[in-house]
């Protein structure tokens, strides 16, 4: 039996699901959000939710939409101009969720996170028992940094890569069964001559999988593959399988849920 194929047969048997969506799969260049590719995952994960599966979202985005809608073209550099347009691209962005969620008749529920919360143990349990209530509710959790009041990390650049980070010890907090991290690629590529070609399963991130990624990040994200490979690694440690794919293409998400050959997988370290 192929190892991938081996793998991918328990994903449909994931029960608890954590989908990461990247600033560029749902940001148009300005920083708007684009109603049309999130409608398309809004109604995929309505699919599943469907299903049986429980759903829980983190997403990126609100400094980008919060840029476009002050007329502001490159990411700022002071900390105050990025809560700044933290604040204002937050509320667009969960207006947007709103309402795409509510043509599926499902209630949502906002999620503002910073790094404290899991360093603190009685921060971690309080996030961990809101998280499990509102999944209890049949309420989806839409998860997000607080940039408006992590004043010291932004300082620092010490951020959640784009909520790599963030999905992945969200992921452990609740023991997601399954996390999905949506990006502009196919997953993780390997460079064959002039072609780059799609990693289908990765045991074991290392060294040598580290080399073959370029860390980077666009004016409107902090992510890049590496960002993505490093949660990986915090998700899997915890027995979380991770798949890595592409965000934009069509049925991405229900494909991976469904065990198809999409995406990166990085399977749990209980797998």
Same mark, same amino acid.
């Given at each position: 039996?192929?190892?991938?194929?081996?793998?991918?047969?328990?994903? @449909?048997?994931?029960?608890?699901?954590?989908?990461?969506?990247?600033?560029?799969?749902?940001?148009?260049?300005?920083?708007?959000?684009?109603?049309?590719?999130?409608?398309?995952?809004?109604?995929?994960?309505?699919?599943?939710?469907?299903?049986?599966?429980?759903?829980?979202?983190?997403?990126?985005?609100?400094?980008?939409?919060?840029?476009?809608?002050?007329?502001?073209?490159?990411?700022?550099?002071?900390?105050?101009?990025?809560?700044?347009?933290?604040?204002?691209?937050?509320?667009?962005?969960?207006?947007?969720?709103?309402?795409?969620?509510?043509?599926?008749?499902?209630?949502?529920?906002?999620?503002?996170?910073?790094?404290?919360?899991?360093?603190?143990?009685?921060?971690?349990?309080?996030?961990?028992?809101?998280?499990?209530?509102?999944?209890?509710?049949?309420?989806? @959790?839409?998860?997000?940094?607080?940039?408006?009041?992590?004043?010291?990390?932004?300082?620092?650049?010490?951020?959640?890569?784009?909520?790599?980070?963030?999905?992945?010890?969200?992921?452990?907090?609740?023991?997601?069964?399954?996390?999905?991290?949506?990006?502009?690629?196919?997953?993780?590529?390997?460079?064959?001559?002039?072609?780059?070609?799609?990693?289908?399963?990765?045991?074991?991130?290392?060294?040598?999988?580290?080399?073959?990624?370029?860390?980077?990040?666009?004016?409107?994200?902090?992510?890049?593959?590496?960002?993505?490979?490093?949660?990986?690694?915090?998700?899997?440690?915890?027995?979380?399988?991770?798949?890595?794919?592409?965000?934009?293409?069509?049925?991405?998400?229900?494909?991976?849920?469904?065990?198809?050959?999409?995406?990166?997988?990085?399977?749990?370290?209980?797998?």
């Amino acid at each position: 039996m192929n190892t991938d194929y081996k793998h991918r047969q328990f994903l @449909p048997e994931s029960r608890r699901i954590v989908v990461k969506i990247g600033t560029r799969v749902i940001a148009q260049r300005t920083g708007r959000p684009d109603q049309a590719r999130m409608q398309c995952l809004v109604s995929q994960i309505a699919a599943l939710r469907r299903k049986g599966y429980e759903m829980v979202v983190v997403t990126s985005g609100a400094v980008g939409a919060g840029m476009e809608a002050l007329g502001i073209r490159e990411r700022p550099t002071e900390v105050a101009d990025l809560q700044m347009c933290a604040a204002v691209g937050q509320a667009r962005l969960m207006t947007a969720y709103t309402k795409l969620f509510m043509a599926y008749k499902i209630r949502i529920g906002q999620v503002l996170l910073t790094h404290d919360d899991f360093d603190h143990r009685v921060r971690n349990a309080n996030a961990k028992r809101t998280l499990e209530h509102l999944i209890r509710a049949n309420v989806i @959790p839409i998860i997000n940094e607080n940039d408006v009041v992590a004043d010291e990390e932004l300082k620092a650049g010490f951020t959640f890569g784009d909520n790599d980070y963030l999905a992945a010890l969200v992921s452990k907090l609740i023991r997601a069964d399954l996390l999905v991290i949506l990006s502009t690629v196919d997953g993780v590529l390997r460079t064959e001559g002039s072609r780059r070609r799609r990693i289908p399963l990765i045991d074991k991130i290392g060294p040598d999988i580290y080399k073959l990624v370029n860390p980077g990040a666009s004016a409107l994200s902090k992510g890049g593959m590496d960002s993505k490979l490093r949660a990986a690694q915090i998700a899997t440690r915890a027995g979380c399988s991770v798949v890595i794919g592409h965000g934009r293409k069509k049925d991405t998400l229900v494909d991976i849920v469904a065990g198809k050959d999409v995406g990166t997988l990085i399977p749990g370290a209980t797998l």
